[in-house]
């Protein structure tokens, strides 16, 4: 492969323009602390640049936090770069990312505060071009110390399976902050972890741009075609320390000695010069421009101004939510399961949209973990409805991905009490992804939940866990109690640009409802009142709205006058409907199936005193599962999780005190 003229020397200066970056940023460092904590790529920059110099403007790059040369090398500004890195309004991100920054406009993708975090999104926006077949490629750069991860392995896998147009790009640079490659994998190229996944895995001396260059041109080309990914390990040395400054003392002398010598800037000028390729004169010229062009983001980001405070609160969902109307009359009525209303949901959805898609396990032979999407796959095929392997994390990193290019995934986790697996995903990163952007990416994610207990299944599978999920901004967390609510926010939580979690309790799929024949939706943020009452608010969630409501009609004959509140949604709450109904009733009992600590059952709890104290009559109450699993045998279950007349004896409690 003969490499042109032009183009080498263009590698030449793309090069020249990122060590002459890092040095201008090691300096600044010195005045502004901000920088302090950059990891520099000096030594590195032949994989960015031989990489980069293969791809189109409109592929797309996942960078790391040593990631100034994959920036600069695919095209990034280097003005909103360092304004970023300073914190300013002037930067990519008007300063919400900081290290974590992105410009999609470059193709350069959002990196995240866990290393690897970002693979499983690189894979995802694979995914996209694949279904959207847009012929771009997508290349994952990443450490030795990543390739450690477990979502690593999840991402390599689920683009190995599903041949995607992605190139994986391993920076083996010998260390991951201070733990050397030797004492963390007993393999001496990362390379040959790709036999894993049954794709090319290529070691190429990262040193050399010309190297990278031809190798990865191969697996660019491989990708391009459909062919699937690769893994090139591109074998570098970080010539600085973790950060800034010089080689720790955990590197030995010899061994850093021999790397400089390898120098890979150094070396292109010496190699080009040698080959007549690039003048004295050239060379000066070229750095001259390169300072000059360093020299003017300097100047533009030290000026950029700080971004005003209150920016700090905006940002976090595409807009405030809106109240639509909602539906009440409808002519023609059916009677459907909780399960259907949510299989009809998706189906009307993925019939409109062709890009909301289904991503889990056991999709087409199970419908998923409870059977509710059985069928879809007939209609719909493996492209939308795909199965996947048993990787949460790797999937919802995908979805993540999937839907920065506008693919609209849905995907199923078979019990919350799985979320744990995937909860980097979920809470940095699908959470995350629009504010780092300063609002700019919509992200359409619905991650479907099963939860809830009552059904011995154990204490690993029959948690509930919203409240968790209300805990990080970003996320916007339903649970509805009905069929009807199932159906119609769920269609609302597809057609929204925010990421959702949606939690179906599992007792209720087989309850049944009157839904309308018509199209309908549910707005978030509404709460409804499922009962009137003068005495007594009950703010209840999912499947205790049901026992809620049970329990208040045996008060009634008591003489006990219960409101029932379904907030159905948990973000975004709706307070004004539970603050009025305490300002009327005086008396506030919240029934969670969560757990009671930091439960939703407190925030509520907590609203309701701090709005409306001076209404309460009583002490406000709270029945949620205690601070102990969820055990297996019925009596056991039983005694943890609030029951019907638990319900009834608190209220009565309260009506005692006042
Ligand atoms: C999950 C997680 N664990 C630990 C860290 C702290 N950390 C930041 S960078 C880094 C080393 C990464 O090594 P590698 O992937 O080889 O990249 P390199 O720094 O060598 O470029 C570590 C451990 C982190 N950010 N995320």
């Not at 492969?1 to 010195?30: N, P, V």
């Not at 010539?239 to 061994?255: C, I, M, R």
Request: aromatic share 8%.
């Amino acid at each position: 492969m003969k490499i042109k003229h032009e183009k080498l020397l263009e590698m030449y200066r793309k090069m020249l323009l990122i060590r002459c970056f890092e040095e201008s940023i090691e300096k600044l460092a010195e005045k502004y602390r901000l920088l302090a904590y950059r990891s520099l790529c000096v030594g590195q920059e032949a994989v960015a640049v031989g990489v980069c110099s293969l791809l189109r403007n409109d592929d797309y790059v996942s960078i790391t936090h040593r990631g100034d040369g994959h920036w600069i090398a695919k095209g990034g500004s280097l003005k909103l770069l360092l304004a970023e890195l300073l914190g300013r309004k002037g930067g990519s991100c008007s300063g919400k990312a900081g290290l974590y920054l992105s410009d999609l406009n470059k193709g350069i993708l959002p990196l995240y505060g866990c290393v690897a975090a970002q693979l499983p999104v690189a894979t995802g926006v694979a995914l996209a071009i694949k279904l959207k077949k847009t012929n771009q490629v997508v290349v994952s750069f990443f450490g030795e110390g990543a390739s450690n991860q477990g979502v690593f392995h999840e991402a390599i896998n689920l683009a190995s399976v599903w041949k995607l147009l992605i190139v994986y790009i391993c920076e083996n640079n010998l260390y991951a902050l201070t733990t050397s490659q030797a004492s963390s994998m007993n393999i001496k190229n990362v390379s040959k972890r790709a036999s894993a996944y049954g794709i090319p895995g290529w070691t190429v001396d990262g040193m050399d741009v010309v190297d990278v260059y031809k190798t990865v041109s191969k697996a660019v080309e491989r990708a391009r075609k459909g062919k699937g990914p690769s893994l090139i390990e591109c074998k570098t040395y970080r010539l600085k320390g973790a950060f800034l400054g010089g080689p720790g003392d955990y590197v030995p002398k010899e061994e850093y000695e021999k790397w400089v010598k390898k120098d890979p800037v150094e070396n292109f000028r010496k190699r080009l010069l040698r080959k007549g390729i690039l003048s004295e004169v050239d060379e000066l010229r070229l750095r001259k421009e390169v300072e000059k062009e360093v020299n003017e983001a300097v100047k533009y980001a030290i000026n950029s101004p700080w971004p005003q405070p209150e920016e700090a609160l905006k940002g976090k969902f595409k807009e405030e939510v809106k109240f639509t109307e909602e539906i009440v009359e409808h002519e023609k009525t059916k009677k459907v399961t909780f399960s259907q209303a949510i299989s009809e949901a998706i189906k009307e959805e993925m019939r409109k949209d062709q890009h909301v898609f289904l991503m889990g396990e056991d999709l087409r032979f199970l419908g998923g973990g409870f059977g509710v999407l059985k069928n879809l796959f007939k209609e719909f095929g493996p492209e939308r409805v795909r199965d996947t392997p048993i990787s949460e994390a790797g999937f919802v990193g995908v979805a993540v991905g999937a839907a920065m290019l506008g693919m609209r995934p849905i995907v199923e986790i078979m019990f919350a009490d799985f979320l744990g697996v995937c909860m980097d995903q979920i809470s940095n990163v699908m959470a995350m992804t629009r504010y780092l952007s300063n609002g700019k990416t919509d992200l359409p994610v619905v991650v479907r939940v099963a939860m809830g207990g009552g059904m011995s299944f154990g204490p690993q599978h029959s948690q509930c866990l919203y409240s968790w999920l209300t805990h990080f901004p970003g996320l916007k967390v339903v649970v509805p109690s009905t069929p009807f609510d199932a159906k119609g926010l769920l269609k609302t939580a597809i057609r929204d640009d925010d990421p959702v979690i949606f939690f179906e309790h599992k007792i209720l799929y087989s309850m049944k409802d009157v839904i309308p024949e018509e199209e309908y939706t549910v707005p978030f943020g509404k709460a409804v009142v499922r009962r009137e009452g003068n005495d007594v608010t009950i703010v209840a969630t999912a499947y205790m709205v049901h026992k809620a409501l049970s329990a208040a009609e045996k008060l009634e004959k008591e003489g006990v006058n219960v409101e029932v509140i379904d907030p159905r949604t948990l973000i975004p709450l709706d307070k004004e409907t539970t603050l009025n109904s305490v300002k009327k009733t005086g008396r506030l009992v919240v029934v969670d199936e969560d757990y009671k600590n930091s439960g939703i059952s407190a925030e509520i709890a907590a609203l309701v005193v701090e709005e409306v104290q001076k209404y309460l009559k009583t002490s406000v109450k709270r029945l949620a599962v205690p601070d102990i699993p969820i055990p297996y045998s019925p009596p056991l279950e039983k005694t943890v999780i609030p029951i019907e007349e638990e319900i009834i004896e608190t209220v009565k409690e309260i009506m005692r005190e006042n």
